[in-house]
């Protein structure tokens, strides 16, 4: 696939190793002459600098062939501009924007663009870290409709020594596999739960708090 | 047409202050909207309207500048991404009937009005001047 990348400095470089070892063809604008030297030696990539919400720019990066555009710069307004421009003007498939202000995702949304907000992933990851102890890892995925959250079982937990037919979780979330030392289980109705058991739970959002706090240790 | 109007300017530089100004002692309700507080300057001592320091591509802001209740919004910053991004909040979530963005660029300019936004490019205006006046010889 041809692939275009606006983005800030580092991000369209990591952003870009990936794309290229999956092989795609690799196009990158870059406000940033210096910056546009560094990744033209580094990456087997064609790098354009220049503003990437210019549609004459984003022309020279071949948007009229291209078939995936990333919108990542640090401002949202350009982001959107650019979406909006790849796909009415230039008619590229696929587009993603970051959005950097969380409450602007619904913006992106309503104009029919698919967003990643690292701001917003980061912000929950650090509150569900400060808030509980034994959650170790938390993944939100499908555009922020599924977490996936690994909850470490400590001593006082309720439902230890208990099967799992017999907790009594909310519908919209599931037990998805048990690390038990070495081992990796994937759990059924009669398996029991152990301390130290780090158990990997899939939960829509909204209840995610509800599904935390039956297995913390409070 | 309502005699008194509620409007909201984004930006205040030399366009959007005389527009405030303007629009101020014509006796309709002005809320100036800039990200620095320094640009007001620029409205005179008759201007009764608001001034609010704050990104009007943040949705707190544009509530907190009561948009639901506008009747006109006009984006004028110097930047055409951000004016077309406040344009069209104000005009698919807050519902504001009449909406106007200044794009500079009139490649994008063309493209936003056939997405149905309606746009002023100082570009294309001076341009039309300038064709006219020659032509006038």
């Known amino acids: 696939?041809?692939?275009?990348?606006?983005?800030?400095?580092?991000?369209?470089?990591?952003?870009?190793?990936?794309?290229?070892?999956?092989?795609?063809?690799?196009?990158?604008?870059?406000?940033n002459a210096?910056?546009?030297?560094?990744?033209?030696?580094?990456?087997?990539?064609?790098?354009?600098?220049?503003?990437?919400?210019d549609p004459d720019i984003l022309y020279q990066a071949g948007a009229h062939t291209a078939d995936v555009i990333v919108a990542a710069t640090p401002y949202d307004q350009d982001n959107l501009v650019i979406c909006q421009l790849s796909?009415?003007?230039?008619?590229?498939?696929?587009?993603?924007?970051?959005?950097n202000d969380p409450d602007n995702i619904v913006v992106f949304e309503k104009?029919?663009?698919?967003?990643?907000?690292?701001?917003?992933?980061?912000?929950?990851?650090?509150d569900q870290l400060a808030s509980f102890d034994s959650i170790t890892h938390l993944l939100p995925i499908g555009e922020g409709k599924v977490n996936i959250t690994e909850i470490k079982l400590t001593s006082g937990c309720p439902i230890l020594g208990k099967q799992l037919k017999d907790i009594n979780l909310p519908e919209q979330a599931l037990i998805s596999c048990i690390f038990r030392k070495d081992d990796a289980l994937i759990p059924r109705g009669l398996t029991t739960l152990e301390l130290n058991d780090r158990i990997l739970?899939?939960?829509?959002?909204?209840?995610?708090?509800d599904v935390l706090r039956i297995f913390s240790a409070d | 047409m309502k005699e008194k109007l509620y409007i909201i300017i984004v930006g205040c530089g030399r366009l959007g202050s005389a527009m405030g100004n303007h629009l101020s002692l014509k006796g309709h309700s002005?809320?100036?909207?800039?990200?620095?507080?320094?640009?007001?300057?620029k409205l005179n001592t008759e201007f009764s309207g608001f001034k609010m320091e704050g990104d009007a591509t943040e949705f707190s802001v544009l509530q907190q500048a009561k948009i639901e209740k506008a009747d006109i919004l006009m984006s004028l910053t110097d930047d055409d991404n951000i004016n077309i991004m406040v344009a069209q909040i104000a005009q698919k979530f807050f519902g504001i009937k009449k909406v106007i963005?200044?794009?500079?660029?009139?490649?994008?300019?063309?493209?936003?009005?056939?997405?149905?936004?309606?746009?002023?490019?100082?570009?294309?205006?001076?341009?039309?001047?300038l064709q006219t006046w020659i032509t006038k010889g």
């Open chain 1, 201 to 209: 739970v899939i939960t829509k959002p909204e209840i995610q708090s």
């Open chain 1, 1 to 31: 696939m041809e692939i275009i990348i606006i983005g800030d400095d580092r991000l369209s470089y990591y952003l870009g190793k990936t794309f290229l070892a999956k092989g795609h063809r690799l196009n990158i604008i870059n406000r």
């Open chain 1, 34 to 53: 210096e910056h546009c030297s560094y990744l033209a030696k580094n990456l087997k990539a064609t790098i354009i600098n220049g503003d990437g919400s």
């Open chain 1, 111 to 126: 104009f029919g663009f698919k967003t990643i907000s690292p701001t917003f992933i980061v912000g929950e990851i650090i």
């Open chain 1, 87 to 99: 796909k009415s003007y230039f008619e590229i498939p696929q587009s993603l924007a970051m959005v």
């Open chain 2, 30 to 41: 002005i809320v100036m909207i800039d990200l620095k507080s320094d640009a007001f300057h």
């Open chain 2, 101 to 129: 963005a200044r794009i500079v660029d009139p490649l994008k300019q063309t493209i936003y009005a056939d997405l149905g936004l309606d746009t002023i490019s100082p570009t294309l205006i001076t341009q039309d001047f």
